[in-house]
């Protein structure tokens, strides 16, 4: 790898059309790779301890409900796995963003090709994890703002995005919260790097390129909504 994909990664961040249409005569990913497990895991470890205690929390909740003696057996079988937990969300943090780096750039990839458009896998693949630069970053920063924060004060998945979204509109309903989260401030600015890499790298008109970073959304926001009502 040389240091021009790195570049070209960081130049995602302040130019997006500019990097895109490099990317095209240059599908490069290795350090989009590197550097988005390096995100990944520095989100994950900047909001380890609030995550931690959602965890439990969210555990007590459901154990509350059980039978005493089947929640004995699962009060052991959680003492047995608590220390585990920290070394799971590491293992999560460097495998988990290949499974879903992979199901994104087929999304892409099937989407451009319906669009009318040729694309090659190369670029769906490479659109994917350069995109994802503005996405680990605003995670990264997400997750410092999450440290600041008492992790006591965690008691839910939506408690954990404190970028500012439209969330806040929706105070007595959780699965329409959750469902907004996903239009936080770092995640439109992720949606419109989105649209100019479908644009740009896999050729899509940009009629078809906003369509499918608003179904892409919502399918974000689908996701989201079922994630933060899991637990109850």
Known sequence: MNLRGLVTYVRVLVAPRRAFSDLVVN????WAALCGLGLTLAAVLLSERAQLHMMALMEAQRMAAMPPGERVREQIAAAQVASLRPTFLVIGALVAPWFVWLLIAIFFWIVALVSGA?????WAWTATLNSYAVYGVAGVINATLV???DPATI???????????PAMLAPHSQQLAAFLTAYNVGTLWYYVV???ALETLLRMSRT???GVTI???LLFGVLAAFGGTSGH
Do not use: C, E, H, Q
Not at 27 to 30: E, F, K
């Open 215 to 217: 179904a892409y959304s």
């Open 147 to 149: 440290a600041l924060t």
């Open 27 to 30: 599908p490069t990913w290795g």
């Open 118 to 122: 040729r694309p090659k896998v190369s």
């Open 155 to 165: 008691s839910r998945p939506t408690d954990l995005v404190l970028l500012p979204s």
């Open 194 to 196: 989105v649209f100019i």
């Open 208 to 210: 078809a390129a906003v």
